[in-house]
């Protein structure tokens, strides 16, 4: 079935409509970071630079690195970017946009988050990295799509839901998980964990300037949660929209973290500029081979 212009949105170019990309503009490996001044940090690394478009928040740059064709693209911040990106990314590949029909062989896409963290337990350092063995949700993105977790995800959101429902009612979380194959190609250190993912970086991450919380003690209850020997390690905006979307797409994605505050320590990176660095340069090599 041919899907509607209002549906398919393309500029007068042939691009996609908000990432302003053409069928072959990006590749197969993709590294999504949230600053777009954090893309041209990744593609320092290019041997050759083949793509570099700008259009509002989103900055993609195409290149080679260590031989491998990756792509690397700024969503910005938050679950409704990723909505953008994702969709956008693989329909690239996997609809025909002169015929504006699905195509009949899919082309699966891998994709590594470089991000930004904030660290639940007080024995994760600031500085240290995290991959994300789930991605949970409070943020209800998901919720629109036809996704129902299954196995260990589907008992993580009932965990979690138990843990906060008589607090939070309204809020009803989603997990999903990341693929094995792609969170072994790291080493130990980096540490494995549970990310949720929060609908805001001040409110909904327990933080409190002018505007009163309805339940103050929201960090302390989910710092507490253990599920299956696991604990939640850190939150952010974007980890449990990524592995959802991308389970939903058919694809894979695999979260890293540098974990720049300790909530519950009070604590803050000294040098935050130098841990995204650090992160990059860490993860890069493994991203190549996997």
Known sequence: MKIAPSELILNEDGSIYHLQLKPGEAAEKIITVGDPGRVEKVAKYMSHIHVNKKKREFHTITGEIEGTLITV??????SDNIDIVFN????????????????????????????TSGGMQPDIDVDSYVASEYGVGLEGLVHYYDYKAEGDSA???????????????????????????????FPSDFIRGITLTM??????????????????????TLQALNWNG?????????????????????????????????RALGTFSKDPAQGVEGLIKSALPYICEV
Do not use: C, W
Not at 89 to 106: G, P, R, V, Y
Not at 236 to 262: C, D, F, K, P, W
């Open 230 to 262: 696991k604990r939640m390690t850190n939150f952010e905006m974007e980890t449990g929209a990524i592995y959802a979307m991308s389970q939903l797409l058919g694809h894979r994605a695999l979260s890293l973290n540098v974990i720049l505050a300790n």
């Open 155 to 185: 008992d993580l959101e009932l965990h979690i839901r138990n843990a906060i429902k008589d607090r939070l009612p309204k809020i009803y979380p989603y997990a999903a998980a990341t693929d094995p194959s792609l969170i072994d190609a």
């Open 73 to 78: 693209i700024s969503t910005g911040i938050g």
């Open 199 to 220: 609908g805001g970086f001040y409110g909904p991450q327990g933080r409190k300037l002018r505007i009163p919380l309805q339940y103050d003690e929201f960090l302390n």
């Open 88 to 115: 956008e990314l693989d329909a690239l590949f996997n609809i025909d946009f002169e015929t504006q029909m699905i195509k009949e062989e899919f082309t699966p896409l891998t994709f590594f988050r470089l991000g």
